[in-house]
């Protein structure tokens, strides 16, 4: 009777959530790429990383000011001295100037004034006997007509060939061809097929503008994409001993629905949905979403150009972070 009681009352499960988060609070106080940053090499390269991408994604946009970021890039050359000195990894200092390299090479070339970021790079580069490699990081610049014709190969060519897309044209994309993405989506694995994703397809231009806005992270290309669709999950679907698991099947959803996209020709990019819990919760009230729901991911969805940029987005060899034992 008592354990019965015990089992369905609210108030008992609020403190067995609690000491649940007890053990996370003390996981994320200690590891997370907050806090003591500039003496912790090992979470100042989590910031260097994000901010030195961001420079990546700003010459894979469509449209993006000639010159744009410099006082951004100074401080991130600063920060990467620092970087050194207190001994993080200088392989990853020699990538990131090269991809800052990339960076002076476009914007030079689109007619940019560049001498005072170029001068501190080259500082960082002397004094650390780094040599930016000339192939490394920055854009692609590729065919929409031999992307397509990748992407109708086997799945290794196949899932090479899809990037995250900035640089969108405005030919129409029929809601039929998104139907078609989210049809294929139907098969996408869960834990114990409870498939709890739900999905809002933002198609009016003044929901999905707002939508874009909040999302925050697609400022200088949000206006050229036709659909956002964003990927929740409903909590209602999982028990206390698996309390993230709706951001895994809300995130194999994701990648599957980013996969029929590419499949189907559509371009599309993934966008973050990590944002505190107060703000999250004011763009569930602005859009609707119920209490219950989760926001995983917001995929942006455009068309191609027949010649489009991509940012590189170098990946690390698997054999650096994979073990066989
Ligand atoms: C969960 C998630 C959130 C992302 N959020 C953003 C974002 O807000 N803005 C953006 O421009 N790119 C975003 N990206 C795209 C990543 O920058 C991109 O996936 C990564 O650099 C790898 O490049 P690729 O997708 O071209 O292979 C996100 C990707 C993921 C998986």
Redesign the pocket.
Known sequence: MLKSYLKQSKLVLFFRIFHEKLYEIKLYAKFIANGKRYKDPIKLRTDLMIRT?AIE?GMSMGSMKVGFGRPKVLSLINDLQHFVEINGDVEFVEESVSIINQYLIFNEKNGADMQEVRDHLDRLCERNCIIPQPSFGGILNLDFSETKRLSLLDFGTFSQS???I?DFSDIPIDLEIIKSALKLCERTPSACNRQSWRIYVFCSNSKRLKLFNL?E??KGFSSKMQYGILVCGDLSSYNINELHQVYVDGGLYAMNLMYALHYLGVAN????MGHKQKYINNIKRQLNIPENEIPI?LIGVGSYKEKYK??V?HRTDYMKYTQFI
């Open positions: 991408h994604k899809r990037y995250s900035r999302q992270g697609c990019i993934p966008l973050t991911v991509v940012a987005s």
